[in-house]
């Protein structure tokens, strides 16, 4: 099984601030026939769903805002927010899409304002 | 717009089965660039995949819950739907359903969620 695991557990950042999280899967998520990393990033709100954010491990879902950014490939990942807003305080999640059939999430960060 | 909605008893006893039903609207439950997907997230932990079912029956479970979970689809009521035995206090929590686009790899729309809770 592949395991994900995030750092930091929590950071708290001041508003318009720039915040990272990182993620690293225990074996390279990269598919070499297509080059794509099977990686994607989720926000979860209190009392909501996931949302995803970014998929293969840098492409911004439509409607995301711009701010969100992902990096890495094969085994280490980050989410950079690059200017905090107040609605950006979450959950943030990543997961892998490399290895059926268990496709295994990080324990999550949690970002809120400093 | 596509939306998805879980739906199934909030209370379930001990050793019995936990049944959930995704009722997917605007769209398609046959379309083929799609899997249907089922995760569960404990109060205040994190994320877990339970299964994925293709519109053809075609079905992948978690390891860790493989003999305890059956995952069908009813293309004609565009549903799935979620039965896990034997269940305990560990299976409290709340159960979304999800579509997972193959072409992307990644959950894009999520359900609700529903809670449901392992209690005599």
């Known amino acids: 099984d592949i395991v994900m695991t995030q750092s930091p557990d929590s950071l708290a950042v001041s508003l318009g601030e720039r915040a990272t999280i990182n993620c690293k899967s225990s074996?390279?998520?990269?598919?070499?026939?297509?080059?794509?990393?099977?990686l994607a990033w989720y926000q979860q709100k209190p009392g909501q769903p996931p949302k995803l954010l970014i998929y293969?491990?840098?492409t911004r879902e439509s409607g995301v805002p711009d701010r969100f950014s992902g990096s890495g490939s094969g085994t280490d990942f980050t989410l950079t927010i690059s200017s905090l807003q107040a609605e950006d305080v979450a959950v943030y999640y990543c997961?892998?899409?490399?290895?059926?059939?268990?496709?295994?999430f990080g324990p999550g960060t949690k970002v809120d304002i400093k | 717009q596509l939306q998805l909605q879980e739906s199934g008893p909030g209370l379930v006893k001990p050793s019995e089965t936990l049944s959930l039903t995704c009722t997917v609207s605007?769209?398609?439950?046959?379309?083929?660039?799609?899997?249907w997907d089922w995760i569960r997230q404990p109060p205040g932990k994190g994320l877990e995949w339970i299964g994925s079912?293709?519109?053809?029956?075609?079905?992948s479970y978690n390891p860790s819950l493989k003999s305890r979970v059956i995952i069908s689809v009813d293309t004609s009521k565009n549903q799935f739907s979620l039965k896990l035995s034997s269940v305990t206090a560990a299976d409290t929590a709340v159960y979304y359903c999800?579509?997972?686009?193959?072409?992307?790899?990644?959950?894009?729309?999520w359900g609700q969620g529903t809670m449901v809770t392992v209690s005599s």
């Open positions: 999800a579509r997972h686009q193959g072409g992307i790899e990644a959950f894009d729309i």
């Open positions: 293969w491990a840098s």
């Open positions: 079912i293709y519109y053809s029956g075609s079905t």
């Open positions: 997961q892998q899409f490399y290895s059926t059939p268990l496709f295994t």
């Open positions: 074996q390279s998520v990269l598919y070499s026939s297509n080059n794509k990393n099977y």
């Open positions: 605007g769209g398609s439950i046959s379309s083929r660039s799609y899997y």
